[in-house]
């Protein structure tokens, strides 16, 4: 026949493979012959179509690979493919990423389906997308998605910890001990610590959204909530005043009228520390902004060392702190507070207005948990720093648990009197983080004092006690069983 048509394939059809031109242009369940009759009609031109012509009658299908050869193909290195091997169009074999289909199940080429019906599903798969977005943006914004506020649903809490190192105090009595005695786990949450460099930095964080919630000085709520900040206090954590002026035992520094002229070390100039320097210098007739020069020291060694040094005259940090420094064997001698800072609040959770609207359920467990974990902590403090151990264990700079126990166990144990009531057993202690009106008072007075706000600060505007009663819902007596069983 020279250069003819070749005789029709003597494959059955069904075994022709998907590629194959009939199976692409044709209905794959009875796909024609190829004679020369069935060439595709010309529109090219005459020279160029019958060269076309030519190689398309000189081009057969490649026979499909036999099921036994396709069983047993393997790869180079012996071992056996997963998938059987499709085949190419020069007889070589490759790997599938699946199974492939069953010769009667194999759907036609994309090519061969027609454009209406292609656009169609894509119109179908758009308008489908659609929907669902816009049911993801509504559940987004409403105050009752699963995430924000349904009861009972697990969630997430970014905890802004108001200081830029983690040491025994606030973060290993509530979150901590919560996360490591099971307590966030019962309430369905899960928290992120974020440290900041004092109250103010973690307000801040929490009204830019960087952070759910915050155990902030009541000072920096205050001064935040003057300014605009829509920022809400909705539980009380430390009731009893916990800062204190500290001197070396031969300072010639006796009394508040004394500081005048020195300088005085806080943590930071976004901290407690500060406000809590300017109040002292303030309610000893003192010019707080002339009188008194505060300068940033830190806290543990690096603030002992700015006091050995001469650097400052004076330390104003918190008690939990000092323990840290006593605990080298350093001695201090303490100036007197006066009665003026009697009652006046310190750490205190905040949130945004936004956040206490939408998540008035995941604040309520949180606070629960965390009014827990102090309760389990003040009945067991060595237990408590261990769980502090496993949360952070930076704290122990390099050193065994049981060399550190004994002093980080004091450190926090003197955190934990400033949290819990002054007087009265574990037992007796409730009302967790309630806060009086006349201890407002006194914080706002103090306040002022410190020269953070020049205006009150009316009290709706800046106290929501509404989530405490689901707060101390909760078995003190079972937490306290808990906590003398822990080792």
Request: glycine share 8%.
């Amino acid at each position: 026949m020279g250069r003819g048509v070749p005789p029709a394939d003597a494959d059955p059809p069904a075994r022709r493979p998907r590629h194959h031109p009939w199976r692409q242009q044709h209905d794959h369940r009875e796909p024609p012959l190829r004679q020369a009759h069935d060439r595709a009609p010309a529109v090219l031109g005459p020279v160029r179509q019958r060269t076309a012509d030519r190689r398309t009658r000189l081009r057969r299908p490649p026979r499909p690979v036999p099921l036994h050869r396709r069983a047993t193909a393997r790869r180079p290195d012996g071992v056996a493919r997963r998938h059987p091997p499709a085949a190419q169009a020069d007889g070589s074999l490759h790997d599938h990423p699946g199974p492939r289909r069953a010769a009667h199940r194999r759907r036609p080429h994309r090519a061969a389906r027609p454009r209406r019906v292609r656009n169609m599903k894509l119109c179908l798969r758009l308008g489908l997308a659609v929907v669902v977005l816009a049911a993801l943006s509504a559940c987004a914004d409403g105050p009752s998605s699963s995430s924000d506020g349904d009861s009972g649903a697990r969630a997430t809490l970014r905890l802004a910890v108001p200081s830029a190192v983690v040491a025994p105090k606030e973060e290993v009595a509530t979150y901590a001990v919560g996360d490591a005695e099971g307590y966030l786990a019962e309430e369905k949450l899960k928290v992120d610590v974020i440290n900041t460099d004092g109250s103010v930095a973690a307000v801040q964080a929490v009204a830019s959204n960087s952070a759910d919630i915050a155990p902030a000085d009541a000072g920096a709520i205050l001064a935040a909530r003057e300014k605009g900040v829509p920022v809400k206090a909705i539980g009380g954590l430390v009731r009893n005043w916990p800062w204190r002026m500290a001197v070396q035992p031969g300072s010639e520094i006796r009394s508040p009228a004394d500081l005048k002229g020195k300088k005085v070390g806080v943590i930071s100039l976004a901290s407690g520390s500060a406000i809590y320097a300017r109040a002292y210098a303030s309610d000893a007739g003192l010019d707080a902004a002339k009188d008194v020069d505060l300068l940033p020291v830190g806290v543990g060694a690096q603030a002992l060392a700015a006091l050995e040094d001469g650097k400052v005259d004076v330390l104003a940090l918190f008690t939990q702190a000092y323990t840290t420094i006593e605990n080298t064997g350093t001695d201090l001698r303490y100036l007197d507070n006066s009665d003026a800072f009697d009652g006046i609040r310190s750490l205190t959770y905040a949130v945004t207005e936004k956040t206490l609207k939408q998540k008035k359920d995941v604040l309520t467990r949180y606070l629960r948990a965390s009014y827990k974990a102090l309760l389990f902590s003040a009945v067991n403090p060595e237990a408590a720093m261990r769980d502090g151990y496993r949360a952070f264990p930076r704290l122990l700079t390099g050193k065994k648990a049981d060399d550190r126990i004994a002093d980080d166990t004091r450190t926090l144990e003197a955190w934990i009197k400033t949290a819990v009531p002054a007087t009265g057993e574990p037992e007796d202690f409730k009302d967790w983080g309630a806060i009086s009106d006349g201890e407002w008072d006194k914080t706002v007075a103090y306040t002022r004092t410190a020269g953070q706000i020049t205006e009150d600060v009316p009290l709706p505007e800046l106290w929501d006690g509404s989530l405490l009663t689901g707060a101390n819902d909760f078995d003190p007596a079972a937490v306290i069983e808990k906590a003398k069983a822990a080792g």
